[in-house]
């Protein structure tokens, strides 16, 4: 039976996320917006938080709680609703972390978890996304072949986050038309970083086009090693992960658009009071509260070791839809007012209208 109510932990994650969104991030996230980067002591604190370590067991250093999707949606929700690109800055090594923690083999897991444990942020990242419109995360272009005791890997991938400081990247790749994941450290030759991206949302995030030109790599670095791993599974974790800040964008431009509208006077009444306005807002709250629980179900049938493909792809495509209908009718609430920057509603719909791009940018 799927419970509604968080337990005390995830409740007291849930609290201590609100406020550091509101007094840290709601901070910032407008000058992070218009200077295109991420103060690192935001991101430093944010990390004291233990978000990743948390998941890892003691034996590779983490704090030891179980890994689960459903903690995990409720933070990426929290962190979204603060500001999607610092966010994504802060969960990004989860992209690394968390496919090794669930695929990983046991030497890849003793050599690269205790290195999200330590004290400093530890910059990693993975590369997914091609640059061709027919892009499909089961059909890529990128391959990997095996030659003696190497893996060579070749293709385009973009948006890629914090790429040009990542110390450990996860590139997919197609390995005998399997997509399956290669850990690359930091300082491997015929990988070519491109230059930063110029993306019409995110724009706090730096994203980057990567290039791999017989790119080698040993063996062992096939994330599973021989074995290979469930990239499937880790594709629906990512799927959860993106619901849920699509969920907390949406969020944080309904209740703007709330209170603006209860603030707003027009013809002697505030224009909450208008039907249009009100009906327009009902449906924004509902979309968003059913985006919410098809997310938690699925996230709770990954917390249960079901294959949860089938709600992960329903509530990814739905949550895309969402993320842009309700942050596009916050602007529509505040007319004129929502197309400039003094009100942020235009920034949430510009980020919100990337979530049918973002895959596998992030990740629980």
């Given at each position: 039976?799927?419970?509604?109510?968080?337990?005390?932990?995830?409740?007291?994650?849930?609290?201590?996320?609100?406020?550091?969104?509101?007094?840290?991030?709601?901070?910032?996230?407008?000058?992070?917006?218009?200077?295109?980067?991420?103060?690192?002591?935001?991101?430093?604190?944010a990390?004291?938080?233990g978000?990743i370590?948390?998941?890892?067991?003691?034996?590779?250093?983490?704090?030891?709680?179980?890994?689960?999707?459903?903690?995990?949606?409720l933070?990426?929700?929290?962190?979204?609703?603060?500001?999607?690109?610092?966010?994504?800055?802060?969960?990004?090594p989860a992209?690394?972390?968390?496919?090794?923690?669930?695929?990983?083999?046991?030497?890849?897991?003793?050599?690269?978890?205790p290195?999200?444990?330590?004290?400093?942020?530890?910059?990693?990242?993975?590369?997914?996304?091609?640059?061709?419109?027919?892009?499909?995360?089961s059909?890529l272009?990128?391959?990997?072949r095996?030659?003696?005791?190497?893996?060579?890997?070749?293709?385009?991938?973009?948006?890629?986050?914090?790429?040009?400081?990542?110390?450990?990247?996860?590139?997919?790749?197609s390995?005998?038309g399997?997509?399956?994941?290669?850990?690359?450290?930091?300082?491997?030759?015929?990988?070519?970083?491109?230059?930063?991206?110029?993306?019409?949302?995110?724009?706090?995030?730096?994203?980057?086009?990567?290039?791999?030109?017989?790119?080698?790599?040993?063996?062992?670095?096939?994330?599973?090693?021989?074995?290979?791993?469930?990239?499937?599974?880790?594709?629906?974790?990512?799927?959860?992960?993106?619901?849920a800040?699509?969920?907390?964008?949406?969020?944080a431009?309904?209740?703007?658009?709330?209170?603006?509208?209860k603030?707003?006077?027009?013809f002697?009444?505030?224009?909450?009071?208008?039907?249009?306005?009100?009906?327009?807002?009902?449906?924004?709250?509902?979309?968003?509260?059913?985006?919410?629980?098809?997310?938690?179900?699925a996230?709770?049938?990954?917390?249960?070791?079901?294959?949860?493909t089938?709600?992960?792809?329903?509530?990814k495509?739905?949550?895309d839809?969402?993320?842009?209908?309700?942050?596009?009718?916050?602007?529509?609430?505040?007319?004129?007012?929502g197309?400039?920057?003094?009100?942020?509603?235009?920034?949430?719909?510009r980020?919100g209208?990337?979530?049918?791009t973002?895959?596998?940018?992030?990740?629980?």
């Amino acid at each position: 039976m799927i419970s509604f109510s968080p337990s005390e932990e995830q409740q007291m994650i849930i609290n201590t996320l609100s406020e550091f969104a509101v007094n840290e991030m709601r901070e910032l996230y407008r000058e992070c917006d218009e200077n295109g980067g991420i103060p690192a002591e935001i991101i430093d604190k944010a990390w004291e938080f233990g978000l990743i370590a948390s998941s890892i067991p003691e034996k590779y250093g983490g704090f030891g709680s179980e890994h689960s999707a459903v903690t995990g949606a409720l933070v990426a929700e929290e962190l979204a609703w603060g500001d999607l690109s610092i966010a994504m800055h802060i969960l990004c090594p989860a992209l690394v972390a968390f496919p090794i923690l669930e695929t990983g083999s046991e030497e890849q897991k003793r050599k690269y978890l205790p290195l999200f444990c330590g004290e400093g942020y530890k910059p990693a990242t993975a590369a997914l996304i091609e640059p061709r419109f027919n892009f499909d995360a089961s059909t890529l272009t990128t391959t990997a072949r095996l030659d003696g005791n190497e893996y060579v890997l070749n293709g385009e991938k973009c948006y890629v986050p914090l790429a040009a400081d990542a110390d450990l990247m996860l590139v997919y790749a197609s390995l005998d038309g399997a997509t399956q994941g290669f850990i690359v450290e930091n300082g491997v030759s015929r990988l070519e970083i491109g230059e930063r991206e110029k993306n019409m949302g995110l724009k706090a995030l730096a994203t980057y086009e990567l290039a791999l030109r017989d790119c080698r790599i040993p063996k062992e670095n096939r994330l599973g090693g021989e074995a290979g791993c469930d990239f499937n599974r880790i594709l629906n974790y990512s799927r959860v992960a993106l619901s849920a800040m699509a969920v907390g964008v949406a969020r944080a431009a309904y209740e703007y658009s709330l209170d603006y509208a209860k603030q707003r006077y027009a013809f002697g009444e505030p224009i909450a009071a208008r039907q249009a306005i009100a009906f327009m807002m009902a449906e924004m709250a509902i979309e968003i509260e059913a985006t919410r629980f098809m997310t938690w179900e699925a996230a709770w049938e990954l917390d249960r070791g079901k294959d949860a493909t089938k709600d992960t792809s329903l509530v990814k495509m739905y949550a895309d839809d969402m993320a842009v209908t309700v942050t596009d009718r916050a602007v529509q609430i505040l007319g004129g007012h929502g197309y400039i920057r003094d009100h942020p509603v235009e920034l949430w719909l510009r980020n919100g209208r990337g979530f049918v791009t973002f895959d596998g940018m992030a990740i629980v």
